[in-house]
């Protein structure tokens, strides 16, 4: 299989993430937060793992269940934060910065894992929701993160 394959790089940007998930581990205090970004990375390890395997035999293990985890740990957050009147722009404090370029990988990897399927595999459903529903939790996780550490967050300003 060439390296650059559709798969190898779903499965690397996967990685890829996981690494970078690790690095927003370091700048997050909050115990349940560290509690649910660890089962992000072991979600993401079995993640990894399905997208190495072409097998037809291989099975998805990540339940509908942690998709439905990823749900309300969104709504909590989203009836801490004041409601979005603005785009906002990553920084302010290192989690939030890091929460961004988790955010960001997450989407490269949901597309890397769309180029598998557009080559002609089927992946499962709960992958690719699993994927696209967390890179909406690292965006609300970045805005708690400016919540907790009281920090404005940075509103995009239009230059013309």
């Excluded at 996981?18 to 990375?41: M, P, T, Y």
Aim: hydrophobic residues 40%; proline residues 3%; glycine residues 4%.
């Amino acid at each position: 299989m060439r390296k650059t394959c559709p798969r190898i790089e779903a499965y690397g940007t996967v990685d890829e993430l996981n690494a970078f998930l690790a690095c927003l581990l370091e700048e997050i205090d909050n115990r349940e937060d560290r509690e649910f970004l660890l089962r992000i990375q072991s979600n993401l390890f079995t993640l990894g793992a399905y997208l190495a395997t072409e097998s037809d035999r291989n099975a998805c293990q990540i339940s509908p269940d942690e998709i439905e985890r990823l749900e309300k740990e969104m709504d909590e957050i989203d009836a801490l934060v004041e409601p979005m009147k603005y785009f906002v722009l990553p920084g302010g404090c290192k989690s939030n910065a890091w929460a961004h370029v988790c955010r960001t990988v997450c989407r490269r990897a949901e597309r890397n894992i769309y180029r598998i399927i557009d080559e002609g595999s089927e992946i499962e459903a709960v992958a690719l929701q699993y994927i696209n529903r967390l890179s909406d939790y690292f965006f609300l996780l970045s805005r708690k993160q400016s919540f907790i550490h009281n920090i404005d967050e940075i509103i995009w300003e239009k230059p013309c």
